[in-house]
C-alpha cells in the first residue's frame, strides 16, 4: 500500500540514558532513513544529534540500527521498510553514545594505531600481479562505517574490546599481510592482541557489511590459517627451526 506519513521512533538521550521518542514525518519518493532525520531536525526536534557527510554510502558516518539492523541511514530507503508500523531508529549498540544516533567510535582508532603500517620488503621489484592487485583491493574499499564491530557478537554480547580488534581491522589487516610487497608479518598481533581466535566465523559481520567485502571468507579465515602455520603447525616450526639453524 502507500503511506503518506510514517512514524520514525528515534532513541534520544546521552550516556546516562534515555528513551525514543515518536516523530510523524511526511513521505517523499525515493526518501532514505536520513532524509526523514533530516525534515525531523528541520521541522520537530532541531537538536536531534545525527552524524552523517556524504549522503551518498561513501564516508561510513551515518551508521545506526534500523529496525535492529545496523545500516547505513543514507543508504537505507523508506520504502524498503514496512511502513504500517513505528520505524526504530537507535544508535549504534557496541559503542558509548554521545547524544542521539551519535556514538563515540574512538575505541577504533586505538586498535588501528596498533597495526603497523605497509613496510616494503629491501630488495624486491615493485611489480604486482593483477592477481594481487584485486585481492587486496576488495579490503580496500572499507569506508570504515563500523557496522561490522557494532554487530560482532564478541564485541557486542561479550565487551571484549581489551581482547579482540574486531572485523574491521582483520580487514586492514589482511590488505597488508597478503600485500606481496609487505615484509613485516603481523601474526603475533593477530593472535595476543587482536585476538583473532576469539572470532568464531558467525560471519554476522560480512552480512552488513555495506561496500560487500566478504570480511570473514577472505580476510578473516586466511588470516586464522596463517596463525595457525606460525604458531600451531609442527611440521613448519621443525622446517623452520632447520632453516635458522
Ligand atoms: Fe564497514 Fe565493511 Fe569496513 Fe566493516 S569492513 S567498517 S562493515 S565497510
Ligand atoms: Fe565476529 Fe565476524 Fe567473526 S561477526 S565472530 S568477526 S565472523
Ligand atoms: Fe556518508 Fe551515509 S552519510 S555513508
Given at each position: 500500500?502507500?503511506?503518506?506519513?510514517?512514524?520514525?521512533?528515534?532513541?534520544?538521550?546521552?550516556?546516562?540514558?534515555?528513551?525514543?521518542?515518536?516523530?510523524?514525518?511526511?513521505?517523499?519518493?525515493?526518501?532514505?532513513?536520513?532524509?526523514?532525520?533530516?525534515?525531523?531536525?528541520?521541522?520537530?526536534?532541531?537538536?536531534?544529534?545525527?552524524?552523517?557527510?556524504?549522503?551518498?554510502?561513501?564516508?561510513?558516518?551515518?551508521?545506526a540500527e534500523v529496525n535492529g539492523r545496523p545500516r547505513l541511514t543514507c543508504k537505507t530507503r523508506m520504502d524498503s521498510l514496512p511502513l504500517d508500523q513505528p520505524i526504530d531508529i537507535f544508535p549504534m549498540k557496541s559503542f558509548p553514545v554521545i547524544?542521539?544516533?551519535?556514538?563515540?567510535?574512538?575505541?577504533?582508532?586505538?586498535?588501528?594505531?596498533?597495526?603497523?603500517?605497509?613496510?616494503?620488503?629491501?630488495?624486491?621489484?615493485?611489480?604486482?600481479?593483477?592477481r594481487d592487485v584485486d585481492r587486496i583491493q576488495e579490503f580496500r574499499k572499507c569506508i570504515e562505517c563500523f557496522l561490522c564491530q557494532n554487530i560482532c557478537h564478541v564485541l557486542r554480547d561479550h565487551d571484549k574490546q581489551e581482547q579482540f580488534g574486531g572485523p574491521r581491522f582483520f580487514v586492514r589487516t589482511a590488505s597488508l599481510e597478503m600485500h606481496p610487497l609487505d615484509g613485516a608479518s603481523r601474526a603475533r598481533l593477530l593472535k595476543d592482541e587482536l585476538g583473532i581466535g576469539l572470532c568464531n566465523i558467525t560471519k554476522c559481520c560480512t552480512e552488513v557489511c555495506p561496500e560487500d567485502i566478504h570480511i570473514t571468507d577472505n580476510a578473516i579465515i586466511p588470516l586464522k590459517e596463517r596463525v595457525v602455520d606460525e604458531f600451531y603447525d609442527p611440521l613448519l616450526m621443525l622446517v623452520r627451526k632447520i632453516r635458522s639453524a
Open positions: 500500500g502507500s503511506f503518506a506519513e510514517v512514524t520514525l521512533r528515534v532513541f534520544r538521550g546521552d550516556k546516562d540514558g534515555g528513551a525514543p521518542a515518536d516523530y510523524s514525518v511526511p513521505l517523499v519518493p525515493g526518501m532514505v532513513v536520513l532524509d526523514a532525520l533530516h525534515w525531523i531536525q528541520a521541522h520537530q526536534a532541531p537538536d536531534l544529534a545525527v552524524r552523517w557527510n556524504c549522503k551518498a554510502g561513501k564516508c561510513g558516518s551515518c551508521s547524544k542521539d544516533l551519535v556514538t563515540d567510535v574512538s575505541w577504533n582508532f586505538k586498535v588501528n594505531r596498533k597495526i603497523p603500517p605497509f613496510q616494503p620488503r629491501p630488495g624486491v621489484a615493485w611489480k604486482m600481479d593483477q
